[in-house]
Nanobody, 126 residues
Framework: VQLQASGGGLVQAGGSLRLSCAAS????????MGWFRQGPGKEREFVAA????????YLADAVKDRFTISRDNAKRMVNLQMNSLKPEDTAVYFC????????????????????WGQGTQVTVSS
């Protein structure tokens, strides 16, 4: 699976952005998809993940009331809708694929994701 993230940019606090991740390869539909982010001087952290079918979604506590993850298997796309953005959301956002997920398990752990996109910068100004 090859992943290409897009949609980042500069936005004022309270604004919205929609990140998209386009995937190529036959395993997209069998992969759990996730978003992670790495802020300045911070380690990469989990943001959101979605099951193969899209029926299960998991969001980090810091974003769960503001962000939504979705996927379109026909288009091989996964999206992250980010609303009510805060300066602390500033980070490089990475999409990732877990192609070896077992049954319905959706991991929130970085180590379980075996394919990564290049990242897209999100900057939220105060």
């Amino acid at each position: 699976v090859q992943l290409q993230a897009s949609g980042g940019g500069l936005v004022q606090a309270g604004g919205s952005l929609r990140l998209s991740c386009a995937a190529s390869g036959r395993t997209f539909g069998r992969s759990v998809m996730g978003w992670f982010r790495q802020g300045p001087g911070k380690e990469r952290e989990f943001v959101a993940a979605i099951s193969r079918s899209g029926s299960q979604a998991y969001l980090a506590d810091a974003v769960k009331d503001r962000f939504t993850i979705s996927r379109d298997n026909a288009k091989r796309m996964v999206n992250l809708q980010m609303n009510s953005l805060k300066p602390e959301d500033t980070a490089v956002y990475f999409c990732a694929a877990d192609s070896t997920a077992i049954l319905s398990h959706v991991s929130t752990l970085e180590k379980d994701y075996d394919y990564w996109g290049q990242g897209t910068q999100v900057t939220v100004s105060s």
